[in-house]
């Protein structure tokens, strides 16, 4: 189970270093309010994030 773990953190940073090496910190801040708003159940939070990040995509 610890690997299990283990391999989703490398996984989770490697993306979040993907996001920001491609689109910034808006990038990441979007990723962060969509997995916040995931996590929490919150459907503003979550909409906010999917929101900056389909602007962030589609401007690239």
Do not use: D, H, W, Y
């Amino acid at each position: 189970m610890p690997g299990v773990a283990i391999v989703a953190a490398i996984a989770t940073i490697g993306f979040e270093a993907l996001v920001q090496s491609t689109f910034g910190a808006m990038g990441v801040v979007g990723l962060l309010l969509l997995t916040i708003g995931v996590k929490a159940r919150s459907v503003a939070c979550g909409c906010v994030g999917a929101v900056v990040l389909t602007m962030l995509f589609a401007a690239a």
